[in-house]
């Protein structure tokens, strides 16, 4: 039973080889005379500070179609149903997910389980054993010749799945600021971390931007804060 609890994996499949230059090459262009790769071949575009002094001002001003011009994309696997539900919801964000239709579960299906519930060990013993109740249920209508896609209605929301998902940066700094928040549902602000980190690794500079929405805004606007800045009626 213990192999099919599953936590969280994810890696940084694909990202430009040259993010930063690019941002700048990008903002730069908007105000230069020189063409994008003269820009992009010159020697300000290889230094990073000077680069990033000149990123920080554009999206400072707002001027977010700079950064858009950046793809990500990550492999994720071990996340619930209920997680990647909230994922999907997140727009420009491309999204290939195990099929429960075309992937029939052959044994006990892969499942998570929420820390609320873990710490309790007499209530996570009987989540297990429900699971696992579940499990026999499929597999019965599945010997059965119920279709997988039929069959999979009985399969909760703990199931674990597995996605690649791709998005440009601009919609992973949006969708940091928010799922970033306390107010978040703890297995998508733990995923979203999890892929800030990767993308961090080998570009720190976007470390002041994959930050929770109070931190850019300077204050609160949640109906219910967690202290962490004051609200935005104070």
Known sequence: MEEHIKKP???????????????????????????????????NARDDEKALNLIRKVISSGHYSTIEHIQVSFAISGISRACSHQLVRHRHVSFSQKSQRYVKEKE???????????KNSEICEKYKQFMNKISDFYLELTNAGIPAEDARFVLPNATSTSMVVSMNLRELIHIANLRLCTRAQY????????????????????????????????????????????????
């Open 9 to 43: 994996e994810v890696s940084l499949i694909s990202k430009p080889d040259n993010m930063l230059r690019t941002v700048y090459t990008a903002c730069r262009t908007c105000y230069s005379a020189f063409s994008p790769e003269e820009i992009y071949n010159s020697d």
């Open 108 to 118: 006990q299906f892969d499942f998570v389980i929420p820390p609320t519930i873990e």
């Open 187 to 234: 297995e998508i602000r733990t995923l979203i971390k999890m892929m800030c980190d990767e993308v961090i690794k080998s570009e720190p500079w976007l470390k002041e931007y994959l930050v929770p929405k109070c931190e850019k805004l300077g204050f609160c606007d949640e109906d219910k804060s967690c202290g962490r800045k004051q609200q935005k009626d104070n």
